[in-house]
Nanobody
Framework: QVQLVESGGGLAQPGGSLRLSCAASGFPFSFYVMSWFRQTPGKGLEWVYGTYNNGSDTYYADSVKGRFTLSRDNAKNTLYLQMNSLQPEHTALYYC??????????????????WGRGTQVTVSS
């Protein structure tokens, strides 16, 4: 049974940092693309950052360039998102997602077959 469990969200002040984690189980983690998405009220799910199997090939949305960094530890079956220089516009529910077998487009919502329940990030003074 595939499980993705996010943690690490919370309240941060503008300019602060948070590190999100996604613990994966029930599938061979190192074989699959993994990504972070986020959702804000009134907006759909937005792809944020993704990584291929080896963790060295990572891709990100322009909106997080220079602020967020994704990493994965295949030995621990865990995906991370380091979030620095947080601003109120980064407030969202953040999800990790597992790419389907044969994924083609890392940014496409439909290319992911399992999702965690999300962890809330709120940036406010």
């Amino acid at each position: 049974q595939v499980q993705l469990v996010e943690s690490g969200g919370g309240l941060a002040q503008p300019g602060g940092s948070l590190r999100l984690s996604c613990a994966a189980s029930g599938f061979p983690f190192s074989f699959y693309v993994m990504s972070w998405f986020r959702q804000t009220p009134g907006k759909g799910l937005e792809w944020v950052y993704g990584t291929y199997n080896n963790g060295s090939d990572t891709y990100y949305a322009d909106s997080v360039k220079g602020r967020f960094t994704l990493s994965r530890d295949n030995a621990k079956n865990t995906l991370y998102l380091q979030m620095n220089s947080l601003q109120p516009e980064h407030t969202a529910l953040y999800y990790c997602a597992k790419g389907r077998h044969g994924l083609v487009a890392i940014t496409a919502l439909g290319e992911y077959d399992y999702w965690g329940r999300g962890t809330q990030v709120t940036v406010s003074s």
